[in-house]
Each structure stands twice: as structure tokens, then as C-alpha cells.
């Protein structure tokens, strides 16, 4: 995996990855996680389709069922996320970490592990969302790969 790169990887990666409005309500942010099961993510863009973060899963979990991470919210991280009301309040403090076209599958890999993500958006040079990689499919770029 050291040698291919994300690019010629594409035919592998999700051509259409879940991208929202920064301003879009909780309430179709949520619908779009249920209208496509396949992600574990939704990449939020500003007014310029420009990624500004990403909202995962267990974010919008935490979001819905704060009484179920009592321990895991504390202080003002609990008050910020139950007062939102967008797609960009739900966004973490946290750095979003993305990858390019030229960054070789394993550097994507790493970057995935290292942050502990499921999936990581395949960014542009103006950071405008072109695709996303998850491990799923670095499994079948492993299994191709063992099988010829």
C-alpha cells in the first residue's frame, strides 16, 4: 500500500461522500446519516463548498443521548453540544485531518489510525471535498492486491 497512491485508488473510493451546508439543521443532519448508512461520517462545507470539519457518528450520538456519555461530557464541552443547533455547532474543537490525492494509501492509513478514524475525506488543494476513504475500502485494496 506504500506505493499506490489515493489517486489510483479512486475507482475504490466513495465517489460520493456525505457532504452538508455548515448551516444545515440538526434534524437533516441526522437524515442524511440515516439516508446513507454506508458512511460513519458527514463532511461540513462553508459558503464555498470549502471543508470546514467533519461530524461523525458518535458526535451526533452524543448530541441525541447526552445522558448516555454523563461521564464522557463534562463542563462546557456538554453545554456546547446540546445547545447546537447546525451542522457546524456539532463540528469538534478537535483538528480535521484529511488526505490528498498524492498521499499514498499507507500515509492515509496511518493518519486514519493515529486519529482514530473511521473514514477520512480526500480533499482538493482548495480543501474541497473530492472523495473519502474508509477502511473498508483499504481492506479491498489489500485484498486485490493479495489476489493478483
Do not use: C
Amino acid at each position: 500500500m506504500k506505493n499506490i497512491k489515493v489517486k489510483k485508488a479512486r475507482d475504490l473510493l466513495t465517489h460520493r461522500p456525505s457532504i452538508i451546508s455548515e448551516d444545515a439543521p440538526i434534524q437533516e443532519v441526522v437524515k442524511a446519516i440515516i439516508d446513507d448508512p454506508k458512511h460513519r461520517a458527514l463532511y461540513v462545507v462553508d459558503k464555498n463548498s470549502n471543508l470546514i470539519g467533519i461530524v461523525d457518528l458518535r458526535r451526533v450520538t452524543r448530541y441525541i443521548f447526552p445522558h448516555l456519555f454523563e461521564e464522557d461530557l463534562i463542563g462546557r464541552g456538554i453545554i456546547d453540544l446540546v445547545s447546537s443547533e447546525t451542522a457546524k455547532d456539532l463540528i469538534p474543537h478537535s483538528p480535521t485531518y484529511v488526505t490528498d490525492d498524492n498521499d499514498d494509501l499507507e500515509t492515509a492509513f496511518r493518519k486514519m489510525m493515529e486519529n482514530r478514524l473511521e473514514e477520512i475525506p480526500v480533499v482538493d488543494k482548495d480543501m474541497k471535498v473530492i472523495g473519502d476513504l474508509n477502511l473498508l475500502e483499504l481492506f479491498q485494496v489489500w485484498m486485490k492486491g493479495k489476489s493478483g
